[in-house]
């Protein structure tokens, strides 16, 4: 299967999305994503329906795909003629000039030649050709795919009020019967609204775009001539490839992921981590493409282009998510598919009332009728949960907090258990050797043999003991295998075996358990070694955050009862569970899991299960591969002092949508039947309708600057 990446132009809202995803599914395309806030397609297809074809059949439900060329002149028209102007602003400044002259003939003095039908009529005829050519046209497309959309309930009253005015002008009628200022009115300040709803749905991206803007940006690029002298030119980053060499300078951007060659500088990786304070990096570190050198200048070996960068898999991890509906998103979802023909329905219902029940007149009741298509707004139910959503996840990841679906930020509410792996999470993994002593050989012996074991593991101490105790005379093992939960077995080419991990593998030669591991020579005790490490600092003000908000916090490691227990004890931690395998450990999570809502904070290996069997998995950027991508949120800054951000979005962005759904249900609710008694004229409703999307939002943008921890 093919992943195929797409930026389609048009979508105004989730009915749009929603009509590209239906469209797709009915081709047989698989995970079919459609996020209309950024404009981002995606789907899987085996190839047997040409992407041609399917940009085609895209550009005739009204949209365009960007990335891809539309050969079809029919198509193009198609979309050339609604997007005749670039955005809804250029449009409502077209439309306003003949609107406000529409308006004229509606003030206390008269001006003559308005009063006039037909004049009215050569007036109204280039702002009804826009809004016809935009409205009328999505809205005629998506019935003819069986999925109308708000456009249709625009169209129809536009149309409505101008049929209604020509018949009065073709039948001489009189000025009772002419409204073309309605239709006017109607157009140009949904136009408004749109842009201002436009507008405010574009700040829910600030941060996502601040990131963005950082992947294009130019490089020096370094060559050598023909005489092996050094040559730098410009060049854009786009056009580096894995293996070529750059210089980054102070002040400059680096331009993609690469490692250091020469040099040593320091670096502000917040746009990425969400830690301003700059880091300083060496010859062999890695450099992340898009942070800031703030001193230094270095030589570097580009790592990573495009895609495989980390800041594009944050960008794409990010879009993904943002895509993905939540459980609390689908009853809005059900609601908005029926809705467009449920108000037609109240609208025609309106109109009958009003004109056979209540004796009200053919010209009201008609207004109140196309008030009720107008006023009524599905796009604020589709609204309420992508802007929130895009909002939270936005400022997650400017703070270095990767949500790698949306459903997390709504579970987070639920959480009132949170999991602590210890090494590397809890510690800083920056493991030094306190103590060894060699039973059975000698010292430089058991080191080799350690460093041997070792350099097959990624465990946090397997790499700081092979740092600390790295040689050129390892051993070459005829067999060696990982033992889950309890270390490393191997046997050398003279047939003795070895064995390396925690007391369980000693347990019956020594009683002694307070040691870090325990080497094993033909089932005999070799020897032992201690290591130390660093608590983080930012740890215990996590810990007492979380108690401050009475959620339970657990310490859960395989390492040994004393130095697990030394850990909570310095934390405040309220359980400790030590000594535990990979299948205890996950065996335990589901039992908490039966209790409350659990997170599982963890980098190793080891915690992969227990993280993906936890309600929410939350790994670290440094923890292993496996580690990362069995977590549903990673942590990019190094440490767990975002945590209560993390914990603290989520909730609040739950909470935005469910004041955002709040707003858009009890709007229509209280909107439509003001509009069915004739209380409120098309024209308010058309500029009320456009603005109740802003109130949601703004909302959803209050959650960039409010308090969440």
């Not at 308005?114 to 050569?122: G, R």
């Not at 440490?639 to 909470?655: N, S, V």
């Amino acid at each position: 299967m093919e992943k195929v990446e797409w930026k389609v132009e048009g979508m105004d809202c989730t009915n749009c999305a929603l009509t590209i995803t239906r469209y797709l599914r009915k081709e047989g395309l698989q995970e079919v994503n459609v996020n209309f806030i950024g404009g981002d397609v995606s789907f899987e297809t085996d190839g047997t329906r040409p992407k041609e074809e399917l940009s085609k059949g895209i550009a005739d439900l009204g949209y365009k795909v960007v990335s891809e060329t539309i050969s079809d002149p029919v198509q193009h028209a198609a979309f050339n003629i609604r997007h005749l102007f670039a955005n809804h602003l250029q449009r409502f400044l077209f439309c306003l000039p003949f609107t406000l002259v529409l308006m004229l003939h509606m003030l206390p003095w008269h001006i003559h030649f308005l009063v006039n039908p037909w004049i009215q009529l050569a007036i109204c005829i280039p702002v009804f050709l826009v809004g016809m050519g935009y409205f009328g046209v999505s809205a005629f497309k998506s019935l003819r795919r069986g999925i109308p959309n708000m456009n249709v309930l625009i169209a129809i009253g536009a149309l409505a009020a101008f049929v209604y005015s020509l018949i009065g002008t073709l039948g001489h009628m009189g000025m009772d019967y002419i409204f073309y200022e309605t239709t006017a009115t109607i157009i140009t300040l949904v136009f408004l609204g749109e842009w201002v709803e436009h507008k405010s749905v574009d700040r829910t991206q600030k941060e996502l775009n601040k990131l963005a803007k950082q992947q294009k940006v130019m490089a020096n690029m370094i060559a050598f001539d023909d005489q092996h002298q050094e040559l730098i030119f410009p060049i854009e980053n786009t056009k580096l490839h894995v293996g070529d060499l750059i210089l980054v300078k102070t002040g400059e951007q680096v331009p993609v992921d690469c490692k250091i060659l020469w040099g040593d500088v320091h670096v502000n990786e917040s746009l990425l981590t969400g830690e301003s304070k700059p880091v300083r990096k060496t010859k062999k570190d890695a450099l992340i493409g898009g942070s800031m050198v703030t001193d230094g200048t270095v030589k570097a070996q580009v790592t990573a282009v495009g895609k495989d960068t980390v800041l594009s898999n944050i960008l794409t991890l990010v879009k993904q998510a943002q895509g993905e509906k939540p459980p609390v998103q689908q009853l809005a979802d059900k609601i908005s598919a029926i809705f467009v023909p449920a108000v037609i329905g109240i609208s025609l219902l309106s109109f009958g009332l009003n004109y056979f029940a209540f004796d009200v007149s053919l010209t009201s009741s008609l207004m109140r009728s196309i008030a009720v298509l107008v006023i009524s707004c599905p796009c604020a139910m589709g609204l309420a949960t992508p802007a929130a959503i895009a909002v939270g996840l936005g400022r997650a990841a400017k703070n270095g907090i990767l949500f790698r679906n949306a459903r997390s930020l709504e579970l987070f509410k639920n959480i009132r258990t949170v999991v602590f792996d210890k090494t590397g999470t809890l510690t800083k993994g920056n493991l030094s050797v306190s103590a060894y002593q060699a039973l059975v050989m000698q010292d430089d012996e058991f080191r080799k043999i350690i460093f041997s074991l070792e350099k097959f593991s990624n465990h946090p101490i397997a790499k700081s003991v092979t740092a600390e105790w790295k040689t050129t005379d390892s051993i070459s093992w005829k067999k060696i295998e990982e033992m889950k939960g309890l270390g490393i077995r191997a046997e050398d080419n003279a047939g003795n075996t070895y064995q390396l991990g925690s007391h369980k593998i000693a347990a019956g030669l020594t009683s002694d358990a307070s040691h870090t591991a325990y080497l094993l020579k033909n089932d005999q005790l070799a020897g032992w070694f201690d290591m130390e490490d660093e608590i983080r600092a930012e740890a215990k003000e996590v810990i007492s955050y979380l108690h401050a908000k009475n959620i339970r916090t657990v310490l859960l490691s395989g390492d040994s009862l004393p130095r697990t227990q030394k850990v909570a004890t310095a934390l405040g931690i309220d359980t400790v569970y030590a000594g535990k395998t990979p299948e205890e450990k996950l065996q335990l999570i589901e039992e908490l899991n039966h209790t409350a809502p659990v997170a599982m904070v963890g980098d190793g290996i080891n915690d992969a299960p227990a993280l993906a069997k936890a309600t929410i998995g939350i790994s670290m950027s440094e923890a292993t591969q496996l580690a990362v991508q069995t977590a549903q949120v990673v942590l990019m800054n190094k440490g767990i002092q975002h945590l209560p951000l993390a914990l603290g979005l989520g909730k609040y962005t739950f909470r935005t949508i469910k004041g955002n759904l709040f707003w858009a249900f009890i709007y229509n609710v209280v909107a439509i039947p003001i509009a069915a008694i004739g209380l409120l004229q098309p024209g308010i409703a058309a500029l009320a309708m456009g603005f109740s999307d802003v109130v949601l939002a703004i909302n959803s943008i209050r959650l960039n600057y409010r308090k969440v921890v």
